[in-house]
């Protein structure tokens, strides 16, 4: 297949462009290739593509800043996949489209794809848009929901506990608010078993089990041979930001299991793999 990937540049992006390529035409595109919330530059760049498929990851993905940048953030999280979601209709082509947790209001156990959405934040409420604006596709379609996503780039939770670690005695890590972390290599392989499988509709898509933001900062500590007793646990009310956080965000894959998808690994050994390859590229990865 010919797919265009956007946001290629991203963590989930590069991840999807590398997963995709040996058996795919791959083109990848990023904001220095054109604003996609720009209708007239989304033409040029698919039609001067023309691709058989579409995988958008490209996204404004600051959820702090979003509240205070609403336009920008509305602009590449609602215009940009209303663009692509025309110019596949138009040119016939499918749209794997990605999304979050975030679009959820946070109150429950978890949350099964026809969950309705109910955003706490202004990030949540653009992903909301911009998943209304690919259901009206006449093309097929995909929404994948993920969360809290590690893996390769310049900013991920991984790599910020890791480096606190390295320069703090203690840290501490709030400890009510539930989820998936998810690696971007283990959610590109599920991403292109649909991508290729043809399947439609909303699918979540995370490593399997759940945990804290403080049970996940141990397991750091632990894969950087850090007493885990260095990470305590505390509130959300002792860490105010900008964008309020939904307290559980896990996400239920029900309609994966449904068709076919192979289990995806716990995100336990999602991180020990992540780990290995972040210590053993130590001038590109930094931990600062
Ligand atoms: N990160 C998470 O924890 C998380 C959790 C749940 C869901 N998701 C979803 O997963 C997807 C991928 O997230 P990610 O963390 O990989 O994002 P990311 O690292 O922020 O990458 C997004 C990419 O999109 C580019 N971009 C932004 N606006 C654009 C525009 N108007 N036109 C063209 N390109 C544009 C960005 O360029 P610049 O860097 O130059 O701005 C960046 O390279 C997003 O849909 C996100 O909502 C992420």
């Known amino acids: 297949m010919r797919i265009l990937v956007t946001g290629c540049e991203g963590m989930l992006g590069r991840a999807v462009t590398s997963c995709l390529s040996p058996a795919h035409q ?5 904001l220095k290739d054109g604003d996609l919330a720009d209708r007239k530059v989304a033409t040029r760049i698919l039609e001067g593509v023309r691709p058989d498929w579409v995988v958008n990851c490209a996204a404004w993905t600051d959820v702090d800043g979003a509240e205070e940048h609403r336009e920008q953030a509305l602009a590449a999280n609602a215009d940009l996949p209303a663009n692509l979601s025309r110019l596949c209709d138009r040119l016939g082509c499918g749209l794997t489209h990605l999304s979050t947790d975030y679009v959820f209001s946070g109150v429950g156990r978890g949350f099964a794809e026809d969950s309705p959405r109910a955003p706490v934040n202004h990030y949540g409420l653009t992903k909301a848009r911009g998943e209304e604006a690919v259901e009206r596709m006449t093309s097929p379609w995909q929404i994948v929901r993920t969360s809290w996503l590690f893996g390769d780039g310049p900013r991920n939770f991984v790599r910020t506990i890791a480096g606190l ?6 840290i501490r890590v709030v400890d009510d608010q539930r989820g998936n972390p998810t690696y971007t290599e283990d959610l590109a392989a599920v991403i292109e078993f649909l ?4 399947h439609r ?6 490593n399997s089990g759940v945990c804290t933001w403080w049970e996940f900062a141990r397991a750091i500590a632990a894969e950087a041979g850090c007493d885990p007793e260095r990470v305590q646990p505390c509130p959300s009310s002792e860490y105010p930001r900008p964008a309020p956080r939904p307290a559980c965000s896990i996400l239920e894959s029900g309609r994966l299991e449904a068709v076919g998808c192979p289990a995806r690994p716990p995100w336990r050994d999602a991180l020990s793999r992540y780990y290995r390859l972040l210590v053993s590229d130590e001038a590109r990865y930094r931990l600062d």
Do not use: C, P, Y
């Open 26 to 30: 791959v083109r990848g595109v990023d």
């Open 195 to 198: 991508v290729t499988g043809g």
């Open 201 to 206: 509709g909303i699918f979540h898509a995370t």
């Open 165 to 170: 670690l390295s320069r703090r005695r203690m």
